[in-house]
């Protein structure tokens, strides 16, 4: 796989923000695979893991991985915040301006989505 090293560094974030208690080792590490190959998809990570909406997946994403759902506290996207928080991890800042909040590229990050 071409983005092997991706995928391997999505999972990791996932499970290091994993709740113990939501499953087995091998079930976290399971629904962890399933989001970080769900990422690779071209659409909304909801629509590429063939959720029925975004609220299903921050439910999902709510039950297993809790402490990623706090930092998400502004709501953005999921795809765009896990990569997000892969970039702040090895100190990359995308964002074009001083904070979101006056990104040009904050509507694409935070606006609605269609169903």
């Known amino acids: 796989m071409r983005r092997a090293d991706e995928v391997n560094d999505l999972v990791a974030l996932l499970i290091e ?3 113990p208690s939501a499953g087995t080792r ?6 962890a695979e399933r989001v970080a190959l769900g990422c690779l998809g071209d659409n909304h990570l909801w629509q590429d893991m063939h959720f029925a909406s975004r609220a299903e997946l921050s439910a999902m994403m709510g039950h ?3 402490s990623l759902v706090a930092k998400n506290h502004a709501d953005m996207k999921w795809k765009k915040f896990l990569y997000k928080q892969l970039c702040e991890r090895e100190e990359l800042f995308i964002c074009k301006a001083p904070s979101c909040a006056v ?4 509507p694409l990050c935070f ?4 169903a």
């Open 17 to 19: 923000h994993a709740e």
């Open 26 to 31: 091998e079930q976290i590490t399971a629904v």
């Open 64 to 66: 297993w991985f809790p």
């Open 103 to 106: 990104c040009v590229d904050r």
């Open 111 to 114: 606006g609605p989505e269609e």
